[in-house]
Each structure stands twice: as C-alpha cells, then as structure tokens.
C-alpha cells in the first residue's frame, strides 16, 4: 500500500492526500471477509473496511455447508472452524413443538443425519456441515485475512466512489474522527449487506419481488441442558394454535447459538400487522418464558433486532471494475441456512479471478464470468430459500395454527387425536407437510450442485448435454449429480498410496491457486503437457495421474466410476475446484495433447477473445 500525495490546487491548502493498493473491500462480513482470506491466499495485498465497530455481535448466520467448508478447506481455515463450530450430532434434527421444553408435534432428521442420506453426504464432500455462529467465523476471516497483508479498519465508512479504465477511486470516513480520505484500487468489491452502497452507486438493477413480512430476532440466554437430552437438534419450531398470543409473538424458530444456554429466538408477527408490533422489554421477555414453557428457568434477553424476509436478487453482480456479493446481490430468508454459505462462494469464485488478472495470466474478461456463473446461483438460492419458507404453511394449516380463533386452533389439534376420516385427513397432511420440509433440511442438491456456464468453462468438445434424461429426472434441490462435466464441482473420491499411509480427497489435488490436471494409465503425455503449457504460460497446471500403481490408487475404484473420460483422457480443474474442460482420450501424440491443452487454458483465460479485440 502506498500513499500518494496530489495538489488540491487551492492556494495554500495541503495537498490531498490519496492511498493506493490493489483492491478495496467494503464490509467484513462473511463475504467480504472470506474475499479477503482467498485473496490474501494468493498474494494479493489490499484493504478491508466496514462502517461497524467491530466484527459481527448478534449470532446472524450460523449453518456453514460443505460447499463452503471446501472453499476454506483449500485455505486450512477448516480446522479452527472445525474446532469453535459446535458437534454436529447436535444438528441431527429439526423439531416442531409447543415449546421448548413442552410437548413435540413432529420432527425431521436433519443436515445428513437421516439414515437414509447420510451416505449421500459422505459421497458429496470431504468436509461436514457445521453450525458455526457468525459471530465465531468472522474474527476467524479478518484474523486470517489481517495475518495475510490485507488492512482491515473498522468504524470506517464507504462514501462514494468513482471509476475509470485504470480503477476505482473510493472516498471513505473515519467514524471516529469525522475525516474524509480516499483510496485508489485496481478494484472494488461491495460485499457491505442488504443494504450495500456500492451496489445502488454501481447502479445495479435489483430484482424485488414482494416479501413476505417482518421477523425480529431475540438473543437470548436459557439453560436448557436439563431438557435437551431427548430434543437434540439445532432448530426448533415453537407453535402455540390453542394459546392467544402477542401480534408480536405469533411461531418462533429457536435456534441453537451454543448448545444449550445460548439462543438465538426468530419471532415472527402475525402476518400483516407487523407495523403495529412495538413491544417492551418486559412483553418480549414474558412471550419467550411462554415459547422456553418453563418459568423457572432464568431467561436474559441480549438483544433484539428485526429484519424483511426478503426476495430480492441482483441481475448483475458486476459493473466495471466495480463488484458486488453476498447479501448485497441475494437477499432472502435464512431457510436452507444458505446465506454466509452463498457468499463464501461468491468470494471464491471471483478470488482466483481477480488474483489471475492482476498477475497477468488471465485476460480481464475473465472477470465478466463472475457475474455470468454466480448471479444464476444467487437467483436460485433466494428462489429455494423462499421456497423453503413457504413449504413450512402447509404445517400451520395442518397443525391449525392459521385458524382464526383459538377455538378452531384448539378443536384443529384436538382433531389430530382423534380416529375419524376428518383426524386422518389431519394427520396425512401433517406428515407430508413435514415431509416436504426435507427441500430445506437435506438440500443436497442446493447446497453442492452449482453448474457454472461461461466462457470460462470449455464444453465444445463434449458430444451431449450436462442436463441428461437422468439429470433431469432428479430432483435438482435433493440430488447432487457427481460429474466431471465441464461446469460441474469436481467429484469427491479417497485416494490413496499403493503403501497406504495417509487417505486424501481428490478435491485437495486441486486448488491451492493452480489449475489440475487428473489423467490415469496411459495419460502420461497429459502431465508433460500441463507442464510444459503451464511454463509457456506462466499458470501453475499441476498434474496427478490416479489409478493401478500411479500417484494415486483409486482404492475403492469410484473415481473410475465418476471420472466420466477414459483412462487416458484427463480432466482440466479450476483453481475454484470446477472443471474446465476434459478430453475422453490421450491425443496422438504429446505435442497434440500440448497444442489441445494451450488452445483450451488460452480460451477459459479470455487470452484468445482478448487477442481478438485488440487485433
């Protein structure tokens, strides 16, 4: 970072004084945070800012999935995750309950707990979702990010900024002193929330579809421990349909912060009348006694904050060298437990992009497949997320929670009891309303299965579409399709020593800042191509070749099963850990493999496309 004094050209004044770096992050939430982590991890030095006096205080987001536990796996940040996030058997299931220590009306095994789909968990990824609270993961990023060249200020605003062909000049506020200063930077990323200023000054267009109310959020502290023994899961729905409640106090998700003396209690109005909710310290601590439903247990209430169940999107992510993520470009319901997740994704995607171009490897129209690949996951995860919210009416209605009057509700959960066709009806709906909450809980499919499209992504050589009469049969939220298909997330496989010593995942072959190359017998011309092409082109290509007494054995042969190119052919992997581009067979020759090789990297780097324009 370097300061760069300019005259103001106004008689005798100082001259202005502007600081120079790479890039510019604005927010250290999530997203920005983890931005700065995978940067840093590259060699990119830049600076952090957020207008809050420190990281976040209130435990916001708190389900960390596979998805993003790989991103920070290829960091080493998993293991301190692994290490403050709580036991993941205290995730097994999702309750639906009068209160927290009252009767159950159901439950649902929940985050690969079910019998019937752990397997599918453990085949999906090295990693295991955690619930790590955001107040728990974000001095994690910062610390990181700090330890790794970034500058990250606190109490600082984000002004306004201004861009041109060479960069982003951005005026910034110390909140403490009031002083005004810029900073100049290659780039500048908005990852500062729901609210992002960036994004409205990068003019953005947002995609705003009606939400659906209010929720307020209470933190609070309960010992529970005495009653959790045999309602072990970190997400509990309290519903209350005989009972007159508050406007304030209609359902509540209580949700585990720390297991079980920390709470964090979702509190949701009744529909329509949330403007007239304006309750006292002593109304909200009296509602959470009635949703605890012991009075002896000491309850203190530590904060409370609301927010809008939100269904909003950005169409883009990008304009310019101005770059927005996170919450600032899908904003929706914590249903799935997809947000901090989504924006650690975001960052990962466009690191590697960023560290690429200003490195000279890449063109910089790379960067327009940030936008391209990840504002159709930002679509899709604020469409499942309402979706998910929505899945849960079914339940009221069945529970009779929607009733009028607390009569009906009463005579609606009595009826639940009772051997009449009325009772029966009641139940069946009941228990597939619970079902089809698995949309939300055992989302495999949502979580891992992001399929990038871009110019950044090589399948002309494929002779069939990715979407395959199977594929498509699949429920796409519930099912991830395993696939080396150009786009797709490279499978995860253990691998081995042909003398076992210590097992390692095939997505820990790739990452690490380079390109993969995965061949097996009789695909050595493809190493010696990655190597040579990666020389010439100054990209780090490593190259693993797995199989019978190669580098790696597929001990269990399922990389044989997934690889979905011969022996001899290879598959090309991102340093974001998606494939690029895969060959079926070794090509004549080693110079062919070369001369495929160095055509495909110089198209996914945009040198070709970039050649062209200045041609």
């Known amino acids: 970072m370097t300061v760069v004094n300019l005259s103001n050209g106004v008689g005798s004044q100082k001259p202005a004084t502007i600081t120079t770096t790479d890039v510019l992050i604005v927010g250290a939430g999530p997203a920005g945070a983890s931005l700065a982590c995978f940067l840093a991890s590259y060699g990119i030095r830049g600076m952090v800012v957020s207008s ?96 790794h060249g970034f500058n990250c200020r606190f109490d600082t605003s984000f002004v306004s900024f201004t861009q041109d062909k060479e960069g982003t000049t951005s005026t ?193 129209s790379i960067l327009e497949t940030y936008s391209t690949e990840r504002q159709p996951v930002g679509r899709g995860v604020v469409t499942r997320a309402n979706q998910s919210f929505r899945h849960h009416g079914p339940v009221w209605e069945a529970l009779g929670v929607s009733l009028p009057t607390s009569e009906e509700r009463q005579h609606a959960l009595d009826e639940l009891t009772h051997a009449t066709p009325e009772g029966r009806a009641r139940r069946a709906a009941l228990q597939a309303a619970i079902a089809e909450t698995e949309h939300e809980y055992h989302a495999l499919g949502t979580e891992m299965g992001q399929f990038y499209q871009s110019n950044a992504v090589h399948t002309k050589d494929e002779k069939s579409s990715f979407f395959s009469p199977e594929v498509v049969a699949q429920d796409p939220d519930l099912v991830l399709t395993r696939s080396t298909y150009p786009g797709c997330r490279v499978p995860h496989v253990w691998l081995n020593n042909a003398t076992p010593v210590q097992r390692i995942s095939s997505i820990d072959l790739a990452g690490k800042g380079a390109y993969t190359i995965y061949t097996g017998i009789g695909g050595g011309a493809w190493k010696l191509a990655a190597d040579q092409v990666g020389r010439e082109l100054g990209v780090k290509i490593n190259s693993y070749s797995i199989g019978f007494r190669q580098d790696y054995e597929d001990v269990y042969f399922d990389w044989a099963r997934v690889r979905g190119v011969d022996e001899t052919g290879c598959v090309l992997v991102r340093p974001d850990r998606f494939v690029s581009w895969r060959c079926n067979e070794v090509l004549d020759d080693q110079a062919q493999c070369a001369a495929k090789l160095q055509d495909v990297m110089l198209r996914v780097l945009g040198h070709i496309d970039h050649i062209a324009e200045t041609q």
């Not at 435990?59 to 996030?85: F, K, Q, S, Y």
């Open 172 to 364: 910034l506020r110390d909140n403490v002193t009031g002083v005004e200063y810029k900073i100049r930077s290659k780039y500048l990323f908005g990852a500062d929330g729901a609210r992002s200023a960036v994004l409205r000054q990068a003019e953005l267009p947002l995609d705003v579809r009606p939400d659906q109310g209010l929720a307020f959020n209470v933190h609070l502290k309960a010992d529970l421990s005495q009653h959790m023994q045999y309602r072990i899961g970190n997400l509990h729905w309290l519903l209350q349909p005989d009972r007159e409640h508050p406007l304030f106090g209609w359902a509540c998700i209580a949700r585990m912060v720390k297991p079980w003396d920390e709470w964090l209690f979702i509190v949701l109005p009744e529909r329509g009348k949330e403007l007239e909710c304006k309750p006292t310290n002593e109304e909200w601590l009296s509602r959470m006694k009635e949703f605890i439903g012991d009075d002896s247990i000491h309850t203190e209430i530590l904060g409370v904050s609301k927010w809008r169940i939100n269904d909003v999107v950005a169409e883009k992510f990008s304009n310019g060298r101005v770059f927005c993520l996170g919450d600032a470009v899908h904003r929706h319901p914590p249903s799935n437990g997809l947000g901090s997740n989504t924006c650690i994704q975001d960052a990962y995607n466009l690191a590697w992009k960023v560290a690429y171009v200003l490195k000279g490897q890449a063109s910089p």
């Open 52 to 147: 809050c006096s420190t990281n976040a205080d209130t435990p916001r987001a708190h389900i960390t999935n596979m998805a993003a536990m790989e991103c920070l796996r290829d960091i080493g940040l998993d293991v301190e995750c692994n290490r403050l996030a709580t036991n993941g058997m205290n995730m097994m299931h999702t309750r639906w309950a009068y209160s927290m220590t009252g009767e159950e009306f159901a439950r649902i095994h929940s985050w690969g707990h079910d019998p019937k789909r752990k397997g599918d968990y453990e085949i999906a990824s090295p990693c295991d979702p955690v619930d790590l609270p955001q107040t728990l993961l974000e001095p994690i990023l910062v610390r990181y990010a700090t330890l």
